[in-house]
T-cell receptor
Framework: KNQVEQSPQSLIILEGKNCTLQCNYTVSPFSNLRWYKQDTGRGPVSLTI?????NTKSNGRYTATLDADTKQSSLHITASQLSDSASYICVGSSGTYKYIFGTGTRLKVLA | GAGVSQTPSNKVTEKGKYVELRCDPI?????LYWYRQSLGQGPEFLIY????????DSGLPNDRFFAVRPEGSVSTLKIQRTERGDSAVYLC????????????FGQGTRLTVV
């Protein structure tokens, strides 16, 4: 069964600190792995997209890694800001439209 | 338009009623998707359109749910005989098409069935 699991479920950090969110996926056939940021009451916004041949991809203070052998991905946030408070969703895709969403990590950044 | 637009943003309806949720995708995007997000969960796939046709509707939970995209642009998700379990945020996304393409999501329609 295709599924995506994320950890931790929630995380609280102080402003300026770094954090890493984890994602384990079972998606077959595997096409790509995405990370989305979802603010409360808003739709998800794409942060990174990686295919199986890509190991890392950055988007500003966000850096995603992908290990296709272990089927693991991580999202590293550097120098966190209050605006980073949101849910971060890991998404596996087996094609152009079959997205398998994780339940997300809810991040809270405190001043 | 600049982004994916969904209307209404909130909809409260009584059990048993019929509702329509509208999605205006980004202009020129051929692919359109509907997802349903329950509280505390990730979005679940409902249906995918490529152009005017439903390429995959395997995520629709039952025959009370139906979606159309008659002109390959605007899409409407229709729910008949709504049930309290249908309460969720319904998300629409569009993409230019072609793998791997980025999907742009709308803000969602929060449906509450009372």
């Amino acid at each position: 069964k295709n599924q995506v699991e994320q950890s931790p479920q929630s995380l609280i950090i102080l402003e300026g600190k770094n954090c890493t969110l984890q994602c384990n996926y079972t998606v077959s056939p595997f096409s790509n792995l995405r990370w989305y940021k979802q603010d409360t009451g808003r739709g998800p916004v794409s942060l990174t997209i990686m295919t199986f041949s890509e190991n890392t991809k950055s988007n500003g203070r966000y850096t995603a890694t992908l290990d296709a052998d272990t089927k693991q991905s991580s999202l590293h946030i550097t120098a966190s800001q209050l605006s980073d408070s949101a849910s971060y969703i890991c998404v596996g895709s087996s094609g152009t439209y079959k997205y398998i969403f994780g339940t997300g990590t809810r991040l809270k950044v405190l001043a | 338009g600049a982004g994916v637009s969904q209307t209404p943003s909130n909809k409260v309806t009584e059990k048993g009623k019929y509702v329509e949720l509208r999605c205006d995708p980004i202009s020129g995007h051929t692919a359109l998707y509907w997802y349903r997000q329950s509280l505390g969960q990730g979005p679940e796939f409902l249906i995918y359109f490529q152009g005017t046709g439903a390429a995959d509707d395997s995520g629709l939970p039952n025959d009370r749910f139906f979606a159309v995209r008659p002109e390959g642009s605007v899409s409407t998700l229709k729910i008949q005989r709504t049930e309290r379990g249908d309460s969720a945020v319904y998300l629409c996304a569009s993409s230019p098409g072609g793998p791997p393409t980025e999907a742009f999501f709308g803000q969602g329609t929060r449906l509450t069935v009372v």
